[in-house]
């Protein structure tokens, strides 16, 4: 077989580390898509915020069926954004931010961050005075 990705380590996990297959350029158009939609990107704000949740847990106050949280997980797995590890009879999800740090690495840094900055500041801005 031959291998055209590598195997990187994600973070140190309850069981060790945890490590995902990365495809350089491949991935990338997964991984935008997984973060276009505001349902999955809370989901990563809820991992990011408390990592290692079950199924349960990430459902607890949302609005969203389980089998719609479940399909939102499934595809943030395959884009590599969500890690999950069986402990028992439960399924723990991690938030892998490394394909994110790739497109940041590839695409964002080649600008200068100060003007990315001021672009951001002046969306979130505008967003505030949208919503009020």
């Not at 069986?86 to 399924?91: F, P």
């Not at 695409?107 to 969306?123: F, G, M, N, P, T």
Request: charged fraction near 25%.
């Amino acid at each position: 077989m031959t291998c055209t990705g590598w195997l990187a380590p994600v973070d140190m996990q309850p069981k060790g580390c945890l490590y995902y297959w990365r495809e350089m350029d491949s991935d990338h158009e997964s991984v935008f898509h997984a973060l276009a939609n505001p349902s999955r990107r809370h989901l990563l704000d809820r991992l990011r915020a408390d990592n290692g949740q079950t199924l349960g847990e990430l459902c607890d106050g949302l609005e969203m069926t389980r089998q719609a949280v479940t399909k939102h997980l499934a595809l943030l797995e395959r884009a590599n954004l969500v890690v999950t590890i069986r402990r028992g009879r439960e399924k723990l999800h991690y938030l892998n931010p490394a394909p994110i740090i790739d497109i940041h690495n590839r695409w964002i840094s080649q600008y200068e961050s100060h003007r990315v900055r001021a672009l951001s500041d002046l969306k979130r801005a505008l967003e505030e005075v949208h919503h009020e």
